[in-house]
C-alpha cells in the first residue's frame, strides 16, 4: 500500500483550484529592491490569511521567475529546482512572448469582489518594490466557452489530488521542493478579423473540437487538442494543468472577448518546452498549432510555483481544491455507476464517494494513467509495427552463420515456432524502437503487477513472428492457415506454473526431451522430440522475459533520485520478485498474481489470446498463507485489473486491422468473421465462484477471500476487462449474490452469471460418450474461455463453428436456397443446401418442420466433415508449445494441443439466430397454416420475404412493365402483412404457449446435432421422420472419429471428442444477420439477429422500441430443460435493466437464477437506460465509461459502430415486478 502523502498536500493552498474568477498579476519589482524574497514570502502569508477566512474559496498563487530564483539562490541556501528548464522558446516571437517580469500572482475566486480585494492586498504589500504591475483580469463567458461562446476550453485536465500530484506537482525526485510546480504564462489575443473570415468547421477544425465538445474525429495534425499533447517515457500525455480564463471584450462586437489568458501549471520545465515546441512545430509562421496564427501571444513568461514550505504558509492538507469542468459532471443516481472517468476520478479522488472498500493512492494514480492511455486513442492513432521473419531476424540480430541459420530454417515447423516466441519474448518484442512504437515494454514506479499487454484485440488480430518456409506457405494458404492461425480461446493450467515454477517446467521437459530415442525411427517419435524441444525454447523465452523486467527496474530504479524512497524500494522489489519468478515458483500472494500476469501476457504477445480462468481458486491458497490484510490483498488484485485493462480504444477510426486470411483458425481454418464488432475484446476472462474441483458426492462451495476481491475490483474500477464471471449454484453465500447485484448496477455488465448445477448436470449426462468419461473433479472445474463458453480449465482443446438456426428455415421455404441473394443475378438466391420441395407443395406445417430439420441435418454434416477433417492441420503450420505445456495430457503424452495432445477435445455446433428462428417458425404456423388466424399462402408469404415485406420491389418477383403502381399495392400488402407478423407472441416474453414451442424445436435442433455424432439405438424413434438419424447415412462420421482416436490416441490416454452443443452470436449480431433475408417474425433483410439466445431486438428499421417486460415472468422462457442442460457450451440471454433498477430486486433475480427458477444456464445483464445511451451518442467522452454487454466482454458504448450501438439500443428492457 502506499503510504506517501502525494505530493499536493505540500503545495501553496489551491493550485488546482479554478473557480469562475480570477486575476492574473505580474510583477515587475525595482531595481536594486531588497528582501524580495522575504517581501514575497510574506505576500504569500497575508493572502493565504484572508483567503481562509473565505474558507479558501478565494486562493492566491505565488509564483517567481526562474531568473529571480536563481539570484536569490546566489545570496542564500536555497536551492535551484531540477525542474527549472530553458526559457528561450518564448523569445522568438511569434507565435509566444516573453514579456518578463519577477513575481506572478494568479488570484482566484467564485467571487469577483474577493478577486479585487485580494488583488488590492498585495498591492498595497509589495508598493514600496513595485515598478509596474500587469495585471489581466479572466471572466468566465458564455459558460466557459471562447471564441464567442463557440467552444469550451479546459475540458481536459486531471482532477483528483492523486493525479494532480503526479503529472504536475513536484514528488520526491526532488525532495527540497516537494509541492512547488512550474507555470507558464501567454496572453493570446485573437484575430476577429482572420476568424472572422473562417466558417464554423474552420474553427472547430481549428482548435478540434465541435460546439458540443466532442472532438473533431478526423486526421488533422495541426488542431489545437492534437499539438498541446506530448508523450512522455510511459506512453501517456504529460498534461499541463491548465486554467486558461478569457479576457476583455473585443471592439468587433459584443459577446467576443478580446482574447485568452493561458496558466498552465506543470511537474517540470521541461514538460512545458515540450507541450510548446510541440504546437509551435517548425515554426517561420507555419505552426503547427493552427491556432497560433488566429491567437499570438502578446506577453507571458516562465514561473516558479514555490512549495508551502519554501514560502512558509499552510500546506494544502486538508482543503485540496481541484476543480472539474462542469461539462463531466454527470453520473447515475443509482450510486454505483459512473458515466465518465473525469468525473469517476474526481468523485473518488475529493472523496466525495467511497467505494467500499475505499482505493488506495496507487491504484487511484494507476487508474489515472490507464485513462490517458484510453483517451489518447482519440487523438492518436495506435499500431503494433509487423515483427521480422524468423529467419531475417537471426540474420540481423544474432552472431550465428549463415549455415546456422538455415539449418534452423530447415528444421521442423515446431522447432522454428518455439525459436520464434523465444526470439520474439527476449528480443523482437522489447528493443528499444519497436517497444516504443507498440508501447510493449515499460515500467512505472508506482506498478506493483508489471508486464505490458498487446494492443490487439480479437477483432485487430495478432502480430507475431513468422517462420514458415516460402515452399510452405501455399500449402498452408490451401488450408486457410498460417502463422497467425493459433486460435487461443482455452484455459492454460496456472497451477502447474505456479505450484512449479518456470524453471521446474524447463526441467521436467528436458528430462522427458532427454529420455526419448536418440536416433527416432518414426514421425510420432520425431514429433514428439520436437514438440519438447519447441516448449524448451517457449518456456526460456518466457524466463528470459521475466528477467528483462527484472533489468528494467533496476535500471529505472537507479534513475531516480535518492529522495524517491518509496518509488526506489517498489522498484527493487519488483526487479527481485521478477527474477525470483524467472525460474522458482511463487510463495506469496503478489508473486503468485504476478506469475499469473506474467503468463497471460506472453501468451497473448505470442498471438495466444487466451482466458486467465479460476483466479480465485487458485490464489486464494496463496493469500491464506500470507502475511497480508485484505486491503492489501485487494489493492493487488486492483492493480492486477488496471493492467488487464491497458489497451482500450475509444477512437474506431483508430482501428489497426492485422486480421489475415489465417488469423485465428477456431475451427482448424480460418475465415473473414464481422471483427469491426470486437473492437476492445481482449479474450481476457476470469471465472469465480461455483463448486469446487472434487469427486465429492454432494458438490461444495469454492467461494473465497478472493472471490469477493474479484467481485469488488469489477465494481470498484470502471474498466472492460477483465471480463468477470460468476458461477453460480443452489448454495450460493448471500454475500457473494448481494456483491455480484452491487457490480452489475455500477454498469460494467459484470459479471456474467452462469448456473453450476445447469451445467454440471448437462456436462454429465448429455456430453459424456460411454468411451470417456470426465470425473466430477473437471466437470466442476469449468471456466469460460475468453467469451463464455465453458471449458475444463488446463485440460481441453476447443474448437467451434456456427450452425445457424435461420438458415435452414430460409432453405427450409426456398428448396434450399438462401434468399438473401435474390434478385436478377442469383434469382431465388444462393443454392447452399438440397433442392427440397416447392413451397406451394408442402401441406403442413409440420411437414415443413421436417424439411426445416432435413436442412438443418445437412448443416450439421458439413461441420462435422469440416471440423474432422480439418483436425491436426494446424500442428503442420501453426503448432501451440507454450500454451501446451500450460495443459493436461500434452507433456504427457509427448504432443502438441494441435496434434492431439490435450486430456479432453472439445468441438461445439454454435446454433445462431434461435430467437428469430423459433419466432418465425410461429408466425408461419399461425400466419398460414392455423385455419382461423391464417393471412396469407406460404407462396405469398415466400415472395413478400424476397421483397424484403414490400421495402424492396425487385426482379424477378415483380416485373417492372407491371407498372409503378401495381408495384406499390403489393409493397402495401406485404407491409400489412408485416406489421401482422410483428405482432404475433416473441419467444422471451414468458408467453408459454410460444416458449412450449420453441423448447421443442430446440430439443429436435439438438438431436440432430448429438445423434449425428453419437448414433443412437435402432429403438429410438421420433415424431418428424428427419430425426430417425439412425436410418440415415452417417457411416462417414464414425470413419473419422475411428481414424482420429487410431491417430492420436493410446491405451493410456484414448482420444475422443466430446461434442458441447451451444448457443452464440457472441459480438456478431450486426455481421451475422447480413447473410440472412427478410424472416418471417418481421425482421428486414440484412438486419441484425437477436444476440446469442436472447430475445429479438426491436427492428432496426423503426423508432427504438425498448418492449418493457417483467424480468421474472420473461426469464421463465428459457427455464427450460433443453436449454439449461442440452446447451452444455451455454446458451446466453442478454438481458438489460434501468438504472434504477432496485438493488434488492436485482439480488432476487441472481437468487432465482442460482436456484434454477429463472433464466438459461447464463444470463448477463447490462445496467443503463435508454436516455444514457441517448445521451452517449451525442456526447461521447461525456460517456466514456457506459459499457454495454457484447457476446462474451463489455465493450464501450462510445467505441462501437453505429449500427452495433443501434441494436444494443433496441434490445428488450427487463423491468422488475410489482409484487
Avoid at 514528488?171 to 482572420?194: P, R
Avoid at 482420444?1055 to 449480431?1069: D, K, R, S, Y
Amino acid at each position: 500500500m502506499s503510504n506517501e502523502k502525494y505530493a499536493l498536500q505540500f503545495s501553496q493552498i489551491g493550485v488546482p483550484y479554478s473557480p469562475d474568477h480570477s486575476i492574473f498579476a505580474t510583477y515587475y519589482l525595482k531595481e536594486g529592491a531588497t528582501d524580495t524574497y522575504k517581501r514575497l514570502k510574506k505576500a504569500a502569508q497575508i493572502t493565504q490569511k484572508a483567503c481562509g477566512k473565505t474558507d479558501y474559496k478565494s486562493v492566491v498563487i505565488c509564483g517567481v521567475s526562474f531568473g529571480q530564483w536563481v539570484q536569490w539562490c546566489k545570496n542564500s541556501d536555497l536551492t535551484i529546482p531540477k525542474g527549472f528548464s530553458d526559457t528561450s522558446i518564448l523569445d522568438v516571437s511569434p507565435p509566444y512572448k516573453n514579456t518578463g517580469g519577477n513575481f506572478l500572482f494568479h488570484i482566484k475566486s467564485d467571487r469577483f469582489i474577493e478577486c479585487q480585494k485580494l488583488f488590492d492586498l498585495i498591492k498595497a504589500e509589495l508598493l514600496d518594490i513595485t515598478d509596474r504591475i500587469d495585471h489581466t483580469i479572466g471572466e468566465r463567458l458564455h459558460d466557459g466557452r471562447v471564441y464567442g461562446g463557440r467552444l469550451l476550453h479546459g475540458v481536459i485536465r486531471s482532477v483528483d489530488p492523486i493525479n494532480v500530484s503526479a503529472r504536475a506537482i513536484v514528488g520526491d525526485e526532488d525532495i527540497d521542493h516537494k509541492g512547488s510546480c512550474y507555470a507558464i504564462t501567454q496572453k493570446f489575443v485573437h484575430n476577429w478579423s482572420k476568424l472572422d473570415n473562417m466558417t464554423e468547421d474552420e474553427i472547430e477544425n481549428m482548435i478540434g473540437r465541435d460546439k458540443k465538445c466532442n472532438i473533431i474525429l478526423n486526421n488533422d495534425k495541426g488542431s489545437h487538442i492534437k499539438s498541446v499533447r506530448v508523450l512522455n517515457d510511459d506512453r501517456y500525455n504529460i498534461r499541463l494543468m491548465g486554467q486558461a480564463q478569457p479576457f476583455g471584450i473585443s471592439q468587433t462586437g459584443k459577446g467576443r472577448e478580446k482574447g485568452v489568458y493561458v496558466l498552465a501549471y506543470a511537474k517540470s520545465g521541461q514538460n512545458i518546452n515540450a507541450a510548446l515546441d510541440g504546437m509551435r512545430g517548425k515554426g517561420h509562421n507555419q505552426f503547427k498549432d493552427r491556432h497560433l496564427l488566429i491567437s499570438p501571444s502578446v506577453g507571458g513568461n516562465f514561473w516558479y510555483i514555490p512549495s508551502a514550505e519554501e514560502l512558509k504558509v499552510k500546506k494544502d492538507t486538508e482543503t485540496q481544491h481541484v476543480t472539474m469542468n462542469k461539462f463531466f459532471a454527470e453520473r447515475s443516481k443509482n450510486g454505483y455507476m459512473f458515466y465518465n472517468s473525469k468525473d469517476y476520478l474526481y468523485q473518488i479522488g475529493m472523496g466525495k464517494y467511497d467505494p467500499k472498500p475505499g482505493l488506495s493512492d496507487r491504484v487511484i494514480e494507476l487508474l489515472g494513467i490507464n485513462f490517458s492511455r484510453w483517451n489518447e486513442t482519440w487523438y492518436t492513432y495506435r499500431t503494433t509495427p509487423p515483427l521480422p521473419h524468423l529467419e531475417d531476424y537471426l540474420r540481423d540480430k544474432t552472431d550465428m552463420s549463415e549455415k546456422e541459420i538455415q539449418k534452423i530454417m530447415n528444421s521442423s515447423v515446431a522447432i522454428r515456432k518455439g525459436l520464434a516466441i523465444k526470439y520474439s519474448l527476449t528480443g523482437a518484442l522489447i528493443e528499444p524502437e519497436y517497444a516504443e512504437k507498440a508501447d510493449l515494454f515499460r515500467l512505472n514506479s508506482k506498478e506493483i503487477i508489471v508486464g505490458v499487454m498487446p494492443a490487439l484485440s480479437l477483432g485487430t488480430g495478432t502480430v507475431v513472428m513468422r517462420y514458415l518456409r516460402q515452399d510452405e506457405k501455399i500449402p498452408a494458404f490451401l488450408k486457410n492457415l498460417n502463422e497467425f492461425s493459433a486460435m487461443g480461446h482455452n484455459l492454460p493450467n496456472h497451477k502447474t506454473v505456479l505450484d512449479n515454477g518456470i524453471g521446474k517446467l524447463i526441467k521436467d521437459v528436458e528430462n522427458k526431451l532427454a529420455k526419448c530415442p536418440k536416433s527416432p525411427n518414426t514421425r510420432e517419435e520425431k514429433d514428439t522430440i520436437d514438440f519438447y524441444q519447441s516448449v524448451i525454447y517457449s518456456l526460456e523465452g518466457v524466463r528470459d522475459y521475466s528477467l528483462k523486467y527484472a533489468e528494467l527496474a533496476l535500471r529505472i530504479k537507479n534513475q531516480l533520485a535518492e529522495s524517491q524512497v518509496e518509488e526506489r524500494a517498489n522498484l527493487q522489489s519488483v526487479h527481485d520478485r521478477m527474477k525470483k519468478l524467472a525460474t522458482e515458483k511463487p510463495d506469496t500472494f503478489i508473486e503468485a498474481a504476478q506469475l499469473v500476469f506474467t503468463i497471460h501476457s506472453t501468451l497473448h504477445l505470442i498471438g495466444e489470446p487466451v482466458s486467465i480462468g479460476r483466479l480465485d481458486q487458485y490464489l486464494n491458497p496463496f493469500f491464506e498463507k500470507d502475511n497480508i490484510s485484505e486491503q492489501e490483498a485487494q489493492e493487488i488484485i486492483d492493480c492486477f485489473w488496471i493492467k488487464i485493462s491497458e489497451k482500450v480504444l475509444y477512437n474506431r477510426s483508430h482501428f489497426d486491422d492485422h486480421l489475415t486470411y489465417g488469423t485465428g483458425a477456431v475451427c482448424y481454418s480460418a475465415g473473414n468473421f464481422p471483427q469491426g464488432s470486437a473492437i476492445n475484446q481482449w479474450v481476457m476472462q476470469v471465472t469465480v465462484g461455483g463448486y469446487k474441483a472434487n469427486d465429492a458426492k454432494d458438490p461444495e462451495d469454492a467461494c473465497n477471500d478472493v472471490t469477493m476481491m474479484c467481485l469488488r475490483s469489477s465494481r470498484r474500477l470502471p474498466l472492460n476487462a477483465p471480463c468477470l464471471s460468476l458461477r453460480v449454484h443452489d448454495a450460493m453465500p448471500s454475500k457473494i449474490i448481494k456483491e455480484a447485484a452491487k457490480c452489475i448496477l455500477s454498469g460494467g455488465a459484470h459479471p456474467i452469471l452462469i448456473n453450476d448445477d445447469a451445467l454440471c448436470e448437462g456436462f454429465e449426462k448429455f456430453n459424456t460418450p460411454k468411451e470417456t468419461k470426465v470425473p466430477l473433479r473437471s466437470l466442476r472445474n469449468f471456466a469460460c474461455d475468453g467469451c463464455y463458453e465453458p471449458l475444463f480449465e488446463g485440460q481441453s482443446e476447443f474448437a467451434f463453428s456456427y450452425v445457424p438456426a435461420l438458415d435452414a428455415l430460409e432453405k427450409a421455404l426456398n428448396q434450399g436456397t438462401m434468399y438473401m441473394a435474390a434478385g436478377p443475378i442469383h434469382i431465388t438466391g444462393m443454392k447452399l443446401s438440397f433442392q427440397s420441395k416447392h413451397c406451394s407443395e408442402i401441406e403442413s406445417f409440420d411437414e415443413l418442420l421436417n424439411i426445416f430439420y432435413q436442412h438443418y441435418y445437412y448443416a450439421i454434416c458439413s461441420f462435422y466433415n469440416m471440423m474432422l477433417n480439418g483436425y491436426g492441420s494446424l500442428w503442420e503450420v501453426c503448432p501451440s508449445p507454450y500454451l501446451s505445456v500450460l495443459l493436461d495430457g500434452c507433456i504427457e503424452s509427448g504432443r502438441d494441443l494441435s496434434n492431439g495432445g490435450a486430456l479432453y477435445h472439445l468441438m461445439s455446433p454454435m446454433i445462431q439466430g434461435l430467437s428469430n428462428t423459433i419466432n418465425s417458425l410461429w408466425a408461419i404456423k399461425h400466419m398460414v397454416f392455423e385455419s382461423k388466424q391464417a393471412i396469407s399462402t406460404l407462396p405469398e408469404l415466400l415472395e413478400c420475404l424476397f421483397c424484403d415485406w414490400g421495402y424492396e420491389m425487385i426482379e424477378p418477383f415483380q416485373d417492372i412493365y407491371a407498372g409503378k403502381d401495381r408495384a406499390d399495392e403489393r409493397a402495401v400488402r406485404f407491409k400489412d402483412m408485416r406489421e401482422h407478423a410483428l405482432g404475433l407472441p416473441q419467444f422471451g416474453f414468458g408467453h408459454k404457449e410460444i416458449d412450449k414451442f420453441g423448447a421443442e424445436i430446440i430439443k429436435n435442433l439438438q438431436t440432430i446435432v448429438m445423434d449425428t455424432f453419437y448414433p443412437p439405438g435402432p429403438d429410438k424413434e421420433y415424431q418428424y421422420p428427419m430425426l430417425n438419424m439412425h436410418k440415415l447415412q452417417v457411416k462417414e462420421f464414425q470413419e473419422l472419429r475411428k481414424k482420429l482416436a487410431d491417430t492420436y490416441g493410446t491405451p493410456k490416454k484414448p482420444f475422443h471428442i466430446l461434442m458441447l452443443p451451444g448457443v452464440g452470436t457472441f459480438e456478431e449480431v450486426v455481421g451475422l444477420g447480413l447473410n440472412n433475408g427478410a424472416s418471417a417474425d418481421g425482421r428486414r433483410k440484412g438486419m441484425p439477429l437477436e444476440s446469442d439466445f436472447s430475445a429479438t431486438p426491436s427492428q432496426q428499421d423503426l423508432p427504438v422500441d425498448h418492449q418493457y417486460r417483467d424480468i421474472f415472468k420473461a426469464l421463465k422462457s428459457w427455464t427450460q430443460y433443453a436449454i439449461t442442460r442440452g446447451f452444455t457450451n451455454a446458451a446466453p440471454v442478454d438481458v438489460n435493466i434501468r438504472e434504477d433498477f432496485p438493488e434488492k430486486d436485482l439480488v432476487k433475480v441472481i437468487e432465482k437464477f442460482a436456484k434454477g427458477k429463472i433464466g438459461s444456464n447464463l444470463i448477463t445483464i447490462t445496467c443503463a437506460d435508454p436516455e444514457t445511451f441517448d445521451e452517449a451518442l451525442q456526447y461521447p467522452e461525456k460517456y466514456d465509461l457506459i459499457r454495454v454487454r457484447m457476446g462474451g466482454w463489455s465493450e464501450f458504448f462510445v467505441a462501437m459502430f453505429p449500427d452495433i450501438q443501434q441494436q444494443h439500443r433496441r434490445r428488450p428492457l427487463f423491468l422488475p415486478n410489482k409484487e
